[in-house]
């Protein structure tokens, strides 16, 4: 019987020494896992910030593109010695459009101003100056009627009155 009880205690053993070896084991697993774990949230954040800043990188893009759009259309509105004629030939026509008879009578830079300063003549009625006027303001030029002289002529031959109109226009130039 004492030979009995020796093998079941070496058995009994044999498994208490397996269980602790299975359980350091596992303790050593466990460490390793919640460090992976960590490692993992870790790069898991990184990813998103970096995903974040691809599409901010891809938002950027696109406000980029815009930004160079609103570029062309204000450089456009301005001035330059190149598209001083656009804009004599934008009044000619504006004024024709109107139903107003137009003259040039001046071209001018005053550089400390940065502004071109025109003088126009027209001729026609009033609702005509007035749509004129309200049409140069809305126009793609950052142009406005800063003098006008307005004075009323009558024809005699045909004994018809019309305006003669002196517009003096600023536009702003680069």
Do not use: C, H
């Not at 870790?42 to 599409?55: I, Q, T």
């Not at 598209?83 to 026509?93: G, L, Q, R, S």
């Not at 009627?145 to 536009?171: F, H």
């Amino acid at each position: 019987m004492k030979k009995e009880f020796l093998d079941y205690l070496k058995i009994y053993w044999k498994a208490a020494v397996i269980s602790l070896a299975a359980l350091a084991l596992n303790a050593v697993f466990l460490v390793m896992a919640s460090g992976a774990r960590g490692d993992f949230l870790k790069k898991n954040e990184e990813l998103s910030a970096l995903s974040s800043k691809k599409v901010n990188l891809s938002q950027l893009k696109r406000e980029a593109e815009d930004l160079a759009t609103y570029e062309s259309r204000v450089k456009s509105s301005f001035l330059t010695n190149d598209n001083a004629v656009d804009f004599i030939i934008f009044v000619e026509n504006l004024a024709r459009s109107t139903g107003n008879g137009v003259s040039i009578k001046s071209v001018s830079e005053e550089n400390a101003d940065r502004y071109k300063s025109f003088r126009i003549e027209l001729a026609g009625s009033y609702n005509n100056l007035v749509n004129f006027i309200a049409q140069l303001e809305n126009s793609p030029y950052l142009a406005y009627a800063y003098r006008v002289d307005i004075r009323k002529v009558v024809n005699t031959e045909t004994k018809s009155s019309g305006l003669r109109t002196v517009l003096d226009i600023k536009a702003l130039s680069l």
